[in-house]
């Protein structure tokens, strides 16, 4: 089975000379393979029946929006659906389990959304079919004998109720209908199930019960829209991306919170890129492997440690799959490798107080190491950003000094990836590299260790101001790594990636540091990443919104101990791959662990 798809947005047919249908062997021998059937100025159509597969004109497109893929034939009766010819194909959908949490995991453009839609019957599944989609009962008749005939049938005859907290969750102020409501007008409204009052304070939502909508930030909405969500009574709940815009702490809410819902007997389904927090809230999980914007195969369900460890390993075993070349484990550490000592003292700095109108920070002083990647942790408001902002030379303290040079004396360097990326930069990514880096960009080693491990090769020649969010970060994260400094600033490097982009971005960011002996800072929310990525930690603690106090730069494992003990929360290590779990609240290791003190568990060995 052949499938030939084409970007119809990045398809350039104005500026390019056809070179697709011009160098096709089968229309060479007279076939019509590929078409123009609309006008020159349209995209083609490649006739997947006729291709031979050579792939040509995945070379020669100027503008690689064509991409050629041979899947096995029986893949074919598992077609569950196809947007348009040359458009993405989905094959097979998860199976949601009565009174379970099903966790979907997977990279981003590989179907996790689409396969929510058709389960919450937004979307009906046309079978490949999208030219003469099929009626329900044949859509039936296709399930028959499986777990998802019943589901289709009760969908049909309209018999559950799902609810759907969707992807995007920034559209929600520009409902001029709910704009200038307060939230408490929209959840109030929403609250079918009498949940509210409980998770009115579970949610943290208390502060901003009487903030209209389009005054809210991307974290106060996330958790609205999830509230939302689960104060509504349904049988079937879908979260698509539920943590995306918030804190840790915001996070682990979240995930008990839903985890209720299936306590209380019904049936969930998350889609979620933060391993920790899928591996907490899921009792089941469905991998998605492809490839993104083309392709994508839904794995059976796996019980959650197994399934999550299969899909860092990369292989599935009982579909002899292996959808990834190399697996991906954790970094050891054990009690005694707990001190930082690659490097000679590159940078030190003392006491600093900034003072705004409405909000503190204060920050002891610290020392960094050559080689050394200090992670920052704490909630949201707290001042993360703000003390990124003073190491980078953007705002001065008013009390203190920001470190101007090196100890040795030397003008201190910085490079610096801000929260928020501008997108209005006027031309291509590779234009947009080299205006941070110069010919850097050109090196082998760059573009071994970032371009390529980011998947930015095929994105050169592509406008910023076309980037998708995820395509813009990963830029963004280039261009702050290609630029010659003594520290590196990224803030919130993670937000929008999948979880394979995310682990690349930090092997690409550690790769940086370590080979050129320089420093870094990383803001991260995901427990997982700030492990896999930091060599110690700098903590935040305080009132969000109204002061913050940032801790010395401590070692790991004493930073994960006192920013964990203020979440309540403690995590274990997973044997076989290593990755940080959290463990589930009132069990026997958790207590355990929260008597002894140890909330950052390390144990003997591989860890």
């Not at 002083?365 to 050559?370: A, E, F, I, P, Q």
């Not at 044997?575 to 002894?596: F, M």
């Amino acid at each position: 089975m052949r499938i030939a798809i084409v970007d119809q947005y990045r398809c350039r047919p104005k500026d390019c000379t056809h070179e697709c249908r011009r160098f096709c062997p089968r229309v060479r021998t007279g076939d019509e393979t590929v078409v123009f059937p609309e006008g020159p100025d349209k995209p083609p159509v490649i006739v997947e029946a006729l291709c031979s597969g050579e792939a040509i004109c995945v070379k020669k497109c100027p503008y690689g929006v064509i991409s050629i893929v041979n899947l096995p034939e029986e893949l074919e009766s598992d077609t569950s659906h196809r947007f348009s010819v040359n458009g993405f194909k989905l094959f097979r959908l998860p199976i949601p389990k009565d009174g379970q949490v099903l966790g979907l995991i997977g990279p981003n453009g590989v179907g996790k959304t689409t396969a929510i839609r058709v389960l919450a019957g937004e979307l009906k599944p046309n079978l490949g079919r999208f030219d003469n989609p099929p009626e329900w009962d044949e859509i039936i008749r296709e399930y028959r004998g499986s777990e998802l005939q019943p589901f289709f049938e009760k969908v049909q005859s309209g018999d559950i109720v799902p609810i759907h907290k969707p992807q995007n969750i920034t559209d929600l102020p520009k409902v001029k209908s709910l704009a200038d409501k307060p939230i408490s007008d929209l959840l109030e409204s929403s609250d079918s199930s009498g949940r509210l009052k409980e998770l009115k304070h579970d949610m943290g939502l208390t502060e901003i019960w009487d903030r209209p909508i389009k005054f809210l930030s991307g974290g106060e909405l996330q958790r609205v829209a999830i509230t939302a969500a689960i104060v509504r009574e349904g049988d079937f709940y879908f979260f698509d991306e539920p943590t995306a815009y918030l804190d840790v702490r915001e996070r682990l809410r979240m995930a008990r919170a839903i985890r209720q819902l299936s306590e209380q007997g019904k049936t969930v389904v998350v889609v979620e890129h933060d391993l920790s927090i899928l591996d907490y809230v899921s009792d089941l999980v469905c991998m998605f492997y492809g490839d993104p914007g083309v392709y994508g195969i839904v794995s059976h369900p796996h019980g959650t440690r197994v399934g999550v460890n299969i899909f860092l390993d990369g292989y599935i075993p009982d579909e002899n799959m292996r959808f990834r070349d190399t697996s991906i484990s954790f970094k050891g550490m054990t009690a005694e490798d707990e001190v930082f000592s690659a490097g000679e003292t590159l940078v030190e700095y003392g006491n600093m107080t900034k003072n705004f109108e409405d909000f503190t920070l204060k920050v002891d002083g610290g020392r960094v190491s050559k080689g050394q990647i200090v992670g920052i942790l704490g909630a949201n408001g707290i001042g993360k950003t703000t003390f990124v902002r003073m190491l980078a030379g953007e705002i001065e303290p008013d009390e203190g000094e920001a470190p101007k040079k090196t100890v040795s004396g030397l003008d201190l360097k910085i490079s610096y990836k801000p929260q928020y990326i501008p997108s209005d930069f006027d031309g291509n990514v590779r234009m947009y590299l080299r205006s941070a880096g110069g010919s850097t960009i050109d090196s082998p080693d760059f573009r071994t260790s970032v371009l390529k491990r980011l998947g930015l090769e095929h994105l050169l020649d592509h406008n910023v101001q076309d980037l998708s969010g995820g395509e813009l970060q990963r830029a963004a994260i280039a261009a702050c790594l290609v630029r010659e400094a003594d520290i590196y600033l990224l803030d919130e490097p993670s937000a929008f990636l999948d979880i394979e982009q995310r682990l690349a971005s930090s092997h690409a960011i550690r790769r940086t540091i370590r080979n050129g002996m320089k420093t870094a800072f990383v803001v991260e929310h995901s427990i997982l990443m700030a492990d896999y990525l930091s060599d110690s930690l700098v903590v935040f603690k305080g009132n969000p919104g109204k002061s913050g106090v940032a801790s010395s730069v401590r070692t790991l494992r004493n930073g994960m101990n006192t920013f964990l003990k203020e979440m309540g929360v403690t995590f274990r290590r997973d044997p076989q791959t290593g990755r940080p779990r959290v463990n589930k609240e009132g069990s026997q290791l958790d207590t355990q662990q929260k008597a002894s003190g140890d909330y950052y568990y390390i144990g003997k060995g591989k860890q």
